[in-house]
């Protein structure tokens, strides 16, 4: 099956930096990026509807337990930045791919990833494998979207 068959969802989200995320030089603080992919994360999640009151009342938590961030460029204050997630690993977990551009020059400021899995809110056990909820939501996903 291609890629086309069965796209997987992306966002993409626009916002300016602002001056309480900068440092003396004007420069993005490294801390403030893993918000700003927070921020593409709840809406490409928005995307298959399922953030994190539908996942919380599906029964699953989703925590991350790994992310990267690799940094090319800095961002500056007022600067427009565009972060692009895209899902990239569903079957066992959430593996979201994100890219941080220049929004007018398309220039790469930052890639990342983050990797979540389901955690059982009952029991708080971990899942080796997505639950039946995130397949269907991801199933329904694609029919809108082929």
């Not at 994190?52 to 090319?72: C, E, F, K, T």
């Not at 895209?86 to 220039?107: F, G, H, Q, V």
Request: with cysteine; hydrophobic share 40%; proline share 5%.
């Amino acid at each position: 099956m291609t890629p086309a068959e069965h796209p997987l969802p992306q966002a993409e989200i626009c916002l300016t930096i602002p001056f309480h995320d900068v440092d003396m030089m004007h420069i993005v603080w490294h801390g403030h990026y893993v918000r700003y992919l927070e921020i593409a994360r709840c809406a490409l999640l928005d995307e298959l509807d399922y953030n994190y009151h539908q996942m919380r009342d599906s029964g699953y938590g989703w925590p991350v337990i790994d992310m990267r961030l690799r940094y090319a460029a800095p961002a500056v204050f007022t600067q427009q930045i565009a972060i692009e997630a895209r899902l990239s690993e569903w079957e066992n977990r959430l593996k979201i791919d994100y890219t941080i551009r220049d929004a007018e020059t398309r220039k790469r400021l930052n890639r990342a990833w983050t990797v979540q899995v389901a955690v059982g809110v009952e029991d708080r056990e971990m899942r080796f494998e997505s639950p039946t909820v995130l397949r269907e939501k991801i199933a329904a996903w694609q029919q809108r979207n082929r």
